[in-house]
């Protein structure tokens, strides 16, 4: 999953399902890239189980995706 920021320097959260996803909480399963503006959540080698609701919030604005 990919969202593009209109700040470099912005925050952005992860979650899924309403659970934060961070480095402390995500393991290996979920790593996270930042490339500029762009905030890059990858799925290490999806299974079933990842399927639900994904979110990235920042700055008051928020994008959601489905995995199916």
């Known amino acids: 999953f990919?969202?593009?920021?209109?700040e470099e320097g912005a925050n952005v959260k992860w979650m899924k399902d309403g659970v934060e996803l961070n480095r402390d909480t995500a393991g290996s399963k979920y790593r996270f890239k930042k490339d500029g503006k762009r905030?890059?959540?990858?799925?290490?080698?999806?299974?079933?189980?990842?399927?639900?609701?994904?979110?990235a919030f920042t700055n008051g604005d928020e994008s959601q995706a489905e995995l199916e």
């Open 2 to 6: 990919e969202v593009e920021v209109s």
């Open 39 to 55: 905030h890059i959540l990858i799925i290490t080698e999806a299974t079933k189980e990842d399927i639900g609701t994904f979110y």
